[in-house]
């Protein structure tokens, strides 16, 4: 009971000499204050990148890979162009050999400015095949897809995404509208649901899909055959890392690579992605909470120096307590609860204004972002042992300073 009195009383004088100084206990939180919000809002927006990015990445498709082209230089350096050696019948074979791909589609893609009278929408245009609507997990929101018959003979038809149809008809339903692309007209037959950005940073909603031989008709004009990229899906999430040998494999022996040559072409998978995006983020992440964690440090330093000058201000109020009994171990608690007051009510004001800027955060860069509590825990856990850490000096040098020196201070 006397020493749960001692340390009641303790809190009493600690508070009683924070309030006090109300300025400089304001000015000495301020960098525990900076620290806790940079920790906590740091590591939100991280969560909210890695979120959103995943989501993005998820959005690719189910199960899905990309195979990409390389081309080489004269040089021989390998390098990541267009112009490969990738084709259609790639496609077709990697359907036919393979025993855990599900669906595969060429595709060619391009840019492009789309106009509907007077309105008109830069948008990517991509010329692919059925499969891939599928394979994107691709719905519509209004109208349809084209049919295989529209695909044989490469009808001008098309779907577009949701923010071109909203740059060219505003409100106004597109479907059975045409729009024009360089000099041909084309048929809008649908429009896609909305995806958001991708994990390269386009728009997947700026978008006109077409046939691909419509595409290579009258938008592009490239070899037999030639394709940019080829997308595929596995059969089951399980089979994707078969699935992704099996085509390397493949395109090997059609490419006629030998054995320890580099491959003219590169499979990515949803989880290569993931995994790339995750470590990225992670870096930028640790970096950024290495930077936040300075200024932890730097409030503690503060909280340290204004501790040292309280106590030199309170030598003759120490040399008192000592003489009506107090004890080195009271006067200890004393000095380390005032730096944990100090520190503990930084990181409260710390986690506030970090929960303010969350909030703006989210808002303005749309992120799904939250107060982590585990990150909140660490944050006020760390301003704590700071308190504790950076306090003890000072409150050490109270607890030994001799009472009758102390009491000849002025």
């Not at 509907?116 to 929408?121: G, P, R």
């Not at 897809?145 to 995404?161: D, F, Y």
């Not at 008709?217 to 037999?224: G, K, N, P, Q, V």
């Not at 990181?347 to 929960?355: E, F, R």
């Given at each position: 009971?006397?020493?749960l009195l001692?340390f009641?009383s303790?809190?009493?004088?600690?508070v009683?000499?924070?309030?006090?100084?109300?300025?400089?206990?304001?000015?000495?939180?301020?960098?525990?204050?900076?620290?806790?919000a940079?920790?906590?809002?740091v590591t939100?927006?991280?969560a909210?990148?890695?979120?959103?990015?995943g989501?993005?990445?998820?959005?690719?498709?189910s199960n899905a890979?990309?195979?990409?082209?390389?081309?080489?230089r004269?040089?021989?350096v390998r390098?990541?162009l267009s112009?490969s050696?990738?084709?259609?019948l790639?496609a077709?074979a990697l359907?036919?050999?393979s025993?855990?791909i599900?669906?595969?589609?060429?595709f060619?893609r391009?840019s492009?400015?789309a106009i509907?009278?007077?309105?008109?929408?830069k948008?990517s245009?991509?010329?692919?095949r059925?499969?891939?609507?599928?394979?994107?997990?691709?719905?519509?929101?209004?109208g349809e897809?084209?049919?295989?018959?529209?695909?044989?003979?490469?009808?001008?038809?098309?779907?577009?995404?949701v923010?071109?149809a909203?740059?060219?008809?505003?409100?106004?339903?597109?479907?059975?509208?045409?729009?024009?692309?360089?000099?041909?007209?084309?048929?809008?037959?649908?429009v896609?649901?909305?995806?958001?950005?991708?994990?390269?940073?386009?728009?997947?909603?700026?978008?006109?899909?077409?046939p691909?031989?419509?595409m290579?008709?009258?938008?592009?004009?490239?070899?037999?055959?030639?394709t940019?990229?080829?997308?595929?899906?596995s059969t089951?999430?399980?089979?994707?890392?078969?699935a992704?040998?099996?085509?390397?494999?493949?395109?090997?022996?059609?490419h006629?690579?030998?054995e320890g040559d580099?491959d003219?072409?590169?499979?990515r998978?949803?989880?290569?992605?993931?995994?790339?995006q995750?470590?990225?983020?992670?870096?930028?992440?640790?970096l950024?909470?290495g930077?936040?964690?300075?200024?932890?440090v730097?409030?503690?330093?503060g909280v340290?120096?204004?501790?040292?000058?309280?106590?030199?201000e309170?030598t003759?109020?120490?040399?008192?307590r000592?003489?009506?009994?107090?004890?080195?171990?009271?006067?200890?608690?004393?000095f380390?609860?005032?730096?944990?007051?100090?520190?503990?009510?930084g990181?409260?004001?710390?986690?506030?204004?970090?929960?303010v800027?969350i909030q703006?955060f989210?808002?303005?860069l749309?992120?799904p972002m939250k107060?982590?509590?585990?990150s909140?825990a660490?944050?006020?856990?760390?301003s704590?042992?700071?308190?504790l850490v950076?306090?003890?000096?000072?409150?050490?040098?109270?607890?030994?300073?001799?009472?009758?020196q102390?009491?000849?201070?002025e």
């Open positions: 009971m006397s020493t001692r009641l303790a809190i009493a004088i600690a009683r000499a924070v309030t006090r100084n109300k300025l400089r206990a304001a000015l000495t939180i301020l960098g525990i204050t900076i620290g806790v940079a920790v906590v809002t939100a927006l991280a909210g990148a890695r979120e959103s990015i989501g993005q990445i998820s959005n690719l498709g890979l990309i195979i990409f082209p390389r081309s080489a004269p040089s021989g390098s990541l112009g050696r990738l084709s259609e790639d077709d359907m036919r050999e025993t855990s599900k669906s595969a589609t060429p060619l391009a492009g400015t509907y009278e007077s309105q008109n929408a948008t245009i991509i010329g692919a059925l499969p891939y609507f599928e394979i994107r997990n691709w719905k519509l929101t209004r897809v084209w049919n295989a018959t529209s695909e044989a003979l490469g009808e001008k038809v098309v779907v577009i995404g923010e071109t909203a740059e060219l008809f505003g409100s106004s339903d597109p479907v059975g509208r045409t729009i024009r692309i360089g000099r041909h007209p084309y048929r809008v037959l649908g896609l649901e909305e995806k958001g950005p991708s994990p390269f940073g386009q728009s997947q909603d700026e978008i006109v899909l077409m691909m031989a419509t290579r008709s009258h938008i592009l004009t490239t070899r037999r055959g030639e940019h990229a080829i997308m595929m899906s089951s999430a399980e089979t994707t890392e078969r992704k040998k099996q085509a390397e494999a493949i395109l090997r022996e059609r006629h690579i030998k580099e003219d072409f590169m499979v998978s949803q989880a290569e992605f993931r995994a790339m995750e470590a990225i983020t992670g870096a930028l992440s640790a950024l909470i930077i936040a964690a300075v200024s932890l730097v409030g503690g330093i340290m120096n204004i501790m040292l000058v309280s106590v030199t309170r003759r109020e120490i040399g008192i000592m003489a009506i009994g107090a004890r080195e171990m009271d006067i200890l608690v004393q380390l609860v005032e730096a944990l007051a100090l520190a503990t009510l990181g409260v004001v710390g986690a506030s204004v970090g929960w800027a703006v989210g808002a303005a749309g992120w107060l982590e509590p585990t909140l660490v944050a006020l856990g760390v704590t042992t700071i308190g950076f306090g003890f000096f000072p409150a050490r040098r109270a607890a030994r300073m001799d009472p009758v102390a009491l000849g201070r």
